[in-house]
């Protein structure tokens, strides 16, 4: 089926440190399926922090950045300096877009506590 | 700017007892909505979608409903809570085809 795994938290890294959260993925419903990544800040909604729709391409937002590799399956998020402020939940999410009636397969969220 | 906003913010509610979840987005007409849900310690999972006023699909089967009465209203339902039922809701809105999602605040359900 279609699933998502990505890097169990929580996770904590001191500030200026380099960050890897991993995403691997399965889709078998769709060839080339879009992949996201969403963020959730405390107090706060759930809120697009970079896509990628074409494998290959890579997408960078905010100092983060995720490529879509098709052939290992995965779109790790990246950052080579955090800070304080990037503290929150990472969601990694498979776009299955078949019109209107799409939907999002996320991963169970990677809680980041960055430490001053 | 299109606006979404979700009510409650949080609710700590009793088993059998009735819930409404609320949704409304501005600023655009004819939205697909949508509902997902997120029990602690799982992951969000899309529970109904919406392409237009009076249509509902339910996609995970929970024992809850959804309704919506207007092109910008959503709502989430049930007569009676389950312990099972709380969690996070979030409501979602996109606009054409290849568009993105864009979600709301939540509301957190805590069932007792």
């Known amino acids: 089926g279609d699933s998502v795994t990505q890097t169990e938290g929580p996770v904590t890294v001191s500030e200026s440190e380099s960050l890897i959260i991993n995403c691997t993925y399965s889709a078998t419903s769709i060839a080339y399926p879009n992949l996201f990544w969403y963020v959730r800040y405390p107090g706060e909604g759930l809120q697009l922090l970079l896509k990628v729709i074409t494998a290959g391409q890579k997408g960078s937002s905010r100092g983060f950045e995720a490529t879509y590799n098709k052939e290992t399956t995965s779109f790790h998020l990246q950052k080579a300096s955090v800070q304080e402020s990037d503290s929150a939940v990472y969601y990694c999410?498979?776009?299955?877009?078949?019109?209107?009636?799409?939907?999002?397969?996320f991963g169970l969220g990677t809680t980041l506590q960055v430490q001053p | 700017a299109q606006t979404i906003h979700q009510w409650p913010v949080a609710e700590i509610k009793a088993v059998g007892s009735p819930l409404s979840l609320g949704c409304t987005i501005k600023?655009?007409?004819?939205?697909?909505l949508y509902w997902y849900w997120q029990a602690t310690g799982g992951t969000l999972q899309q529970l109904f979608y919406s392409i237009t006023v009076g249509q509902v699909e339910s996609v995970v089967q929970l024992n809850l409903s959804a309704s919506r009465p207007k092109d910008d209203q959503f709502i989430l339902s049930t007569e009676k809570l389950l312990l099972s039922h709380s969690g996070f809701y979030l409501c979602?809105?996109?606009?054409?085809?290849?568009?993105?999602?864009?979600f709301g605040s939540g509301t957190r359900l805590l069932v007792i």
């Open positions: 979602a809105w996109r606009g054409q085809e290849n568009s993105d999602y864009t």
């Open positions: 600023g655009k007409s004819s939205p697909n």
């Open positions: 999410a498979l776009g299955l877009i078949t019109g209107n009636t799409g939907k999002l397969i």
